[in-house]
């Protein structure tokens, strides 16, 4: 029995599905599927068990703890973690790009076009994601069903958003370029308000460091005197 045959015995057609689409949202640096992570994870899992068991005393006791701890914690690490890492490098991408596409627009050319002219313009994961959808449209599929396809791909609810209303403007015959300003005041609106979450920590994050730090030189520097002369 191969390890795929293994893991499917081990975990259901919808777990393999789940970890299939999260792989997906980790973009192109992942060379493997879902049936190759599980099996990692599962047999890494295993020799912390059998590691913690051989090296403790009590390991009967602790090597199930640190094995359920390990096996969450891969998770986080390798898919949890990244993908929101990539959400949040699409995210500031994503006015620029779209600020093109919509000059683009405005030169009278259709979708697809601007599309073919930003992703030549701009140089950044979003423009390569978009690539993917052209090419897929040049290997038969429709732009619509290239842009749901390319949502599942992209781990930024706020660009899974534009390119509903994108799709949308498109089936319903609306004006994409009204569409379009609408979705960039929005982003534009939406890293406003982050940077001013960000400006919003910078005190608690001085408190911090002024407890950690500041704090204690200053008492070292009032008491530093007192204290040589008692151990003197």
Same mark, same amino acid.
């Given at each position: @029995?191969?390890?795929?045959?293994?893991?499917? $015995? /081990?975990? &259901?057609? $919808?777990d393999i599905a789940k970890v299939d689409s999260q792989?997906?949202?980790?973009?192109?640096?992942?060379?493997?599927?879902?049936?190759?992570? @599980?099996? +990692?994870?599962?047999?890494?899992?295993?020799? %912390?068990?059998?590691?913690?068991?051989?090296?403790?005393?009590?390991?009967?006791?602790?090597?199930?703890?640190?094995?359920?701890?390990?096996?969450?914690?891969? =998770?986080? %690490?390798t898919l949890t973690r990244p993908i929101k890492a990539?959400?949040?490098?699409?995210?500031?991408?994503?006015?620029?790009? *779209?600020?093109?596409?919509?000059?683009?627009?405005? &030169?009278?050319?259709?979708?697809?076009?601007?599309?073919?002219?930003?992703?030549?313009?701009?140089? &950044?994961? +979003?423009?390569?994601? *978009?690539?993917k959808t052209l090419f897929e449209i040049k290997f =038969?599929? &429709?732009?619509?069903?290239?842009?749901?396809?390319?949502?599942?791909?992209?781990?930024?609810? !706020? /660009?899974?958003?534009? /390119?509903?209303?994108? !799709? #949308? !403007?498109?089936? *319903? =015959?609306?004006?994409?370029?009204?569409? @379009?300003?609408? #979705?960039?005041? *929005?982003?534009?609106?939406? #890293?406003?308000?982050? +940077?001013? =979450?960000? @400006?919003?920590? +910078?005190?608690?994050?001085?408190?911090?460091?002024? %407890?950690?730090?500041?704090?204690?030189?200053?008492?070292?520097?009032?008491?530093?005197?007192?204290?040589? #002369?008692?151990? %003197?």
């Amino acid at each position: @029995m191969n390890h795929r045959n293994l893991t499917r $015995k /081990i975990y &259901s057609e $919808k777990d393999i599905a789940k970890v299939d689409s999260q792989l997906l949202l980790l973009g192109d640096e992942v060379k493997y599927d879902a049936v190759t992570y @599980m099996n +990692i994870r599962l047999l890494t899992s295993i020799l %912390v068990f059998c590691l913690i068991l051989y090296i403790m005393k009590s390991g009967y006791l602790f090597a199930p703890l640190f094995t359920i701890l390990y096996y969450y914690l891969f =998770g986080y %690490v390798t898919l949890t973690r990244p993908i929101k890492a990539r959400t949040r490098k699409l995210d500031k991408e994503a006015l620029y790009f *779209f600020e093109i596409l919509t000059l683009t627009l405005e &030169s009278g050319r259709n979708l697809e076009n601007a599309l073919e002219i930003t992703v030549f313009n701009v140089d &950044s994961e +979003i423009s390569s994601e *978009f690539k993917k959808t052209l090419f897929e449209i040049k290997f =038969g599929k &429709s732009l619509m069903e290239a842009l749901e396809h390319m949502k599942k791909r992209i781990p930024s609810e !706020t /660009i899974n958003n534009i /390119i509903l209303n994108i !799709t #949308q !403007t498109s089936v *319903f =015959g609306n004006s994409i370029i009204d569409t @379009m300003y609408h #979705q960039i005041d *929005f982003l534009r609106d939406k #890293q406003i308000l982050a +940077i001013k =979450g960000e @400006m919003a920590k +910078i005190p608690n994050k001085i408190s911090i460091i002024s %407890v950690l730090f500041i704090v204690p030189l200053i008492l070292l520097l009032i008491l530093g005197p007192f204290v040589i #002369q008692i151990l %003197v």
